[in-house]
């Protein structure tokens, strides 16, 4: 499987836990069970949603900064866990192009929320890729 499955999987996980219905370790260890991911891609889920959790502090002042108008608890949690997600990725990733990483979370906020949600998570992402020097 890709890491575009892992992506999937490491953002439900990440929903689960922001919602508060359970622990990070629980929710990847789930999830990863309903679906066989490659090794490699399973280890990517597993990063992306521990390091999103350890520097979700860091990522929401990010998120912040850019929803011009908008308050963190207020942005829909499909939406925010998936910007923190993208920019977690594109501070600790750099050799994934930043194209892929904006790519693929506009198409994870089209296909969970709406063609609307896409183009918010678009413009906040380009924001943020610019201050991260992608």
Do not use: C, H
Request: net charge neutral.
């Amino acid at each position: 499987m890709s890491r575009k499955a892992a992506r999937i999987k490491a953002l439900q996980a990440l929903f689960a836990v922001d919602l508060g219905r359970m622990a990070p370790e629980r929710a990847i260890e789930e999830l990863l069970a309903e679906e066989q991911l490659s090794p490699q891609a399973a280890a990517f889920a597993r990063e992306l949603v521990m390091g999103t959790i350890t520097a979700r502090q860091e990522l929401d002042a990010i998120i912040s900064k850019y929803a011009v108008g908008w308050r963190l608890e207020r942005l829909a949690a499909i939406d925010r866990n998936i910007l923190r997600m993208a920019l977690f990725e594109m501070k600790f990733y750099p050799d994934t192009p930043v194209n892929i990483i904006i790519n693929e979370a506009i198409e994870l906020a089209k296909t969970f929320n709406n063609e609307e949600a896409g183009k918010f998570v678009n413009g906040l992402l380009d924001s943020a890729r610019k201050e991260l020097g992608r």
